[in-house]
């Protein structure tokens, strides 16, 4: 059965910097498009990033854009979201999940790790 793990997550000041890494297995990860979501409390879970199959392509979020960046090592089936200049208001729990190409919805996810900011 496959898995997706997250990992990097933690406490920060305002300003600084995470990456956070998904580590898959159990499945062709470069069949599999993947992305960042994020849920803080009282919220809807967001897309923050998403990243193709090759990693060629990339969408962010409009409040992480020029911030935050997705990207994927195929050869290691990671996929990594690094975060800059961080903001109190990016405190979430973040998701990596993955879809299959032609797919609408993302079908496996993580367990989650914790970014928290402080201002």
Known sequence: Q???????GGSVQ???????????????FSN???????????KERELVAAISTSGGTTTLAPSVKGRFTISRDNGKNTVYLQMNSLKPEDTAV??????TVGAVEYS??????QVTVSS
């Open 14 to 28: 305002a300003g600084g910097s995470l990456r956070l890494s998904c580590a898959a297995s159990g499945r062709t």
């Open 32 to 42: 599999y498009r993947m992305g960042w979501f994020r849920q803080a409390p009282g």
């Open 94 to 99: 973040y998701y990596c999940a993955a879809r």
């Open 2 to 8: 496959g898995q997706l793990v997250e990992s990097g």
């Open 108 to 113: 496996y996810w993580g367990q989650g790790t």
